[in-house]
Nanobody, 124 residues
Framework: QVHVVESGGGLVQAGGSLRLSCAAS????????AGWFRQEPGKEREFVSA????????SYADSVKGRFTISRDNAKNTVYLQMTSLKPGDTAVYYCAAGRSLEAMRDYGLADYWGQGTQVTVSS
């Protein structure tokens, strides 16, 4: 069992930066892929980024490539999403997830464990 809790969301102006954190508990987290998804009101949840269990492989949605960076520290059971050059279109609830593979998250939106989400609002 893995339990994940997001933090770091907030209100920021366009062009600004935020760093989201995902703190996880559970012995299997360090051997799980981890990722970030986001959801705007009335829209489906979409993939943002994922990282392999070892941290050596990452993947990004085209909409955030070059602006967001995912990383993880398995010693701290924490995954980070550094977001820069934020745009109003990045406004959403951001969810952390843990699962079996980066590919399953990226291609199918599949994960075994989900956090409650943290709101990110980017003003123009």
């Amino acid at each position: 069992q893995v339990h994940v809790v997001e933090s770091g969301g907030g209100l920021v102006q366009a062009g600004g930066s935020l760093r989201l954190s995902c703190a996880a508990s559970g012995r299997t987290f360090s051997s799980s892929a981890a990722g970030w998804f986001r959801q705007e009101p009335g829209k489906e949840r979409e993939f943002v980024s994922a990282v392999s269990w070892s941290g050596d492989k990452t993947s990004y949605a085209d909409s955030v490539k070059g602006r967001f960076t995912i990383s993880r520290d398995n010693a701290k059971n924490t995954v980070y999403l550094q977001m820069t050059s934020l745009k109003p279109g990045d406004t959403a609830v951001y969810y952390c997830a843990a699962g079996r593979s980066l590919e399953a998250m990226r291609d199918y939106g599949l994960a075994d464990y989900w956090g409650q989400g943290t709101q990110v609002t980017v003003s123009s």
